[in-house]
Structures are given as structure tokens and as C-alpha cells.
């Protein structure tokens, strides 16, 4: 079973601030996505990581794929109270996509 | 149809009760992806669907559940005998093509289903 952890689970930090999240697997997957989801809503993909190593940029959002493509970060600058939700992260492999538990997060105006 | 759809956006069942959940897909779109998220926890997979072909059920409970994707009409899942423990989230998403992950699923807005 290929398991994906994200850290931290909960974050609550001011406005104005710079976060970074995580998600770790042992597992090698071909890609990984991000997916940021509302309260009431579905999640939406924000991004796909494909090569190791990978730095791809959103505005004030970067993430980033691991050199051994197991684990990613995403790092948000300057956080506005818009950036909160939940953030999951989605390893792709044959057998499709297999998500982390995601990390609350909340921006405080 | 500006995405997938999923009705009813609430639902409300009393113990031992039948719940049914539906999804119309994306236009196009001919594979569906069922989800469910419970509390603290992220969206575990529960079956997939090509039209009238289930082809991985690996994640659905063996009782009770069973899922179902018409020639015709939205795909439906369906829970008998609903218990408190079925109360979650229930997350559709759908794809043009078998093997999309990479380029990401289009997710309905799901719907919340709470046994009493």
C-alpha cells in the first residue's frame, strides 16, 4: 500500500507570513499533484510535478518534487486569508491516485 | 456542463435506510472515480467506472455498496442498510480518458451524507 504523509496536519499562521507544507512517501511515484479544497466543496488541482527535482511556480505558491520523486513542498509567500483550505497532495501511479490526509490550513487576517 | 455534477449536495438518511448518490460527468467524459473523505482524513478510493463496466473495485466495502455507470444517465452509488459509520463526504471525479491521473481529476462538489 503506497502511503503518502503530509505535514503538518494543522497550521494556522497571520497574514503576511511564508509557510512551507510537506508530503513524504517511500514510494516512488511518476508524478504528484496539489490539490487545494474548501469547506463545502471539492478539491481543485492546483498543480502536477513530474521530473525529479522539479520547481514549478503559482503566483506566490512554489512547489516542489523531490529529486527521488517521493516527496514534494509547497511554500507559500506572503499567505492571505484567501489561501486558506485544505491542502492535499496526490501521488499518480497505475493504479491512479492516492492521497495524503492534507494539512488545515489557516490564514489569519 | 461546466463540470461534474453531483446530487444531492446534502443527505440526510435514518438508520437502515437506502442512500443514492449521482454523478453526471464532465461532457465527454466516460470514466468516473468514486471517493469518500471522513474527518482527519484524506479522499480514499472506492471504485472505478467506464461506462457500464465496473473496473477496479478494490476500495468499495464488500456489503452494502455497489456502484453502477448507465449507457445513459449519471453514475450512480448506491448504499443499502446506511449505519452512522457511512456518514462521510462522497467525492466524484471524472476523465476523458483511462490513465488521466497525470493530468489531475475534475472533482464534483460532493455530497454529504449523515445517517441519524
Known amino acids: 500500500t503506497q502511503l503518502l504523509e503530509q505535514s503538518p496536519q494543522f497550521l494556522s499562521i497571520q497574514e503576511g507570513e511564508n509557510l512551507t507544507v510537506y508530503c513524504n512517501s517511500s514510494?516512488?511515484?511518476?508524478?504528484l499533484q496539489w490539490y487545494r479544497q474548501e469547506p463545502g466543496e471539492g478539491p481543485v488541482l492546483l498543480v502536477t510535478?513530474?521530473?525529479?527535482?522539479e520547481v514549478k511556480k503559482l503566483k506566490r505558491l512554489t512547489f516542489q518534487f523531490g529529486d527521488a520523486r517521493k516527496d514534494s513542498s509547497l511554500h507559500i509567500t506572503a499567505a492571505q486569508p484567501g489561501d486558506t483550505g485544505l491542502y492535499l497532495c496526490?501521488?499518480?501511479?497505475?493504479?491512479?491516485?492516492?492521497f495524503g490526509k492534507g494539512t488545515h490550513l489557516i490564514i489569519q487576517p | 456542463n461546466a463540470g461534474v455534477m453531483q446530487n444531492p449536495r446534502h443527505l440526510v438518511r435514518r438508520r437502515g435506510q437506502e442512500a443514492r448518490l449521482r454523478c453526471s460527468p464532465m461532457?465527454?467524459?466516460?470514466?468516473v472515480y468514486w471517493y469518500r473523505q471522513l474527518p482527519e482524513e484524506g479522499l480514499k478510493f472506492m471504485v472505478y467506472?467506464?461506462?457500464?463496466?465496473?473496473?477496479?473495485e478494490s476500495g468499495m466495502p464488500k456489503e452494502r455498496f455497489s456502484a453502477e455507470f448507465p449507457k445513459e444517465g449519471p453514475s450512480i452509488l448506491r448504499i443499502q442498510q446506511v449505519v452512522r459509520g457511512d456518514s462521510a463526504a462522497y467525492f466524484c471525479?471524472?476523465?476523458?480518458?483511462?490513465?488521466?491521473?497525470?493530468?489531475?481529476?475534475?472533482f464534483g462538489s460532493g455530497t454529504r451524507l449523515t445517517v441519524v
Open positions: 514510494s516512488v511515484f511518476s508524478s
Open positions: 471525479a471524472s476523465s476523458l480518458f483511462r490513465g488521466q491521473a497525470n493530468y489531475g481529476y475534475t
Open positions: 461532457k465527454g467524459h466516460s470514466h
Open positions: 467506472l467506464q461506462k457500464e463496466n465496473i473496473i477496479d
Open positions: 510535478v513530474v521530473t525529479g527535482g
Open positions: 496526490a501521488g499518480v501511479s497505475a493504479d491512479g491516485l492516492t
